[in-house]
């Protein structure tokens, strides 16, 4: 799967030290890009626009700190950054 953000930016934004938690931040990368693309019906890639990566490293930072919790962040967190970026569909 292409990422859109690195585990380095996201290990910077969910400002995480070590190695210990990389396979859980890189789990979370793939969800958040799965649900962005989805929604915007695209495949991100690092090319894709700043606020579609912006909404994976919000999605990834919210499941992080709320892990364990039953439901996946809701999209309605980055809906703003996601709506301009969506394919109409008829």
Known sequence: MPHSVTLAQAKEFLRVGGSGEDDLVSLLIDAA??????AAG????SA??????????????????HR????????S?????IAPYREARL
């Open 33 to 38: 890009e799965a649900r962005v693309g989805q």
């Open 42 to 45: 695209t495949i991100l890639t």
């Open 48 to 65: 894709s626009p700043a606020p579609l990566r912006l909404a994976v490293l919000v999605l990834a930072c919210h499941a992080y700190e």
């Open 68 to 75: 364990g919790e039953p439901r996946p962040p809701p999209l």
């Open 77 to 81: 967190l980055v809906e703003p950054w």
